[in-house]
């Protein structure tokens, strides 16, 4: 199948939209396909990620001013992004700006997530190893604190979860 706007190479990116229940579909090789999406493939307004977080952004900091205000304020110290920056572009400057504006970000990161440490997702169909193994670390880390807070025998219970669940993953099983 050719392109649907060049109509010279393969199409390789096929869209499918709905408007109104009316379908439109468009087959489009990679060369136009990246054209168009440059133009934000004809949506109005363009809708990003890094547009949304900095809407979030400046909601949870306060309003449109609160940017403005901060934008001499609060700098990494090692990327130089400025409070303001990071709300009017969505993204943070780099790796340190996360420890920085952490007092800022974790409750929107709670907000959005329900939750600030990233726990991963594994599909239900295919992780059964890999959900065993997840739920050995888990185990093991709960085994830490429950020996640090000397409660002995919900220890013992969680050391007995883990060989149960180790010998099921020695044997090619799941859980």
Known sequence: M???HCGQRQATVHLTEITNGHKTESHLCQVCASEIQAQGFGFAPQLNLHHFMAGLLNHELGG???GQQQADGEKCARCGMAEGQIMKQGLLGCGDCYPYFEEKMQPLLRRIHGNTRHTGKVPGRTGGRARTVKEIENLKNRLR?????EEFERAAQFRDA???????LEEGGEA
């Open 2 to 4: 050719l392109c649907d």
């Open 64 to 66: 449109a001013n609160y």
């Open 145 to 149: 604190e429950a020996v640090g807070r």
């Open 162 to 168: 883990i060989r149960q669940l180790e010998k099921t």
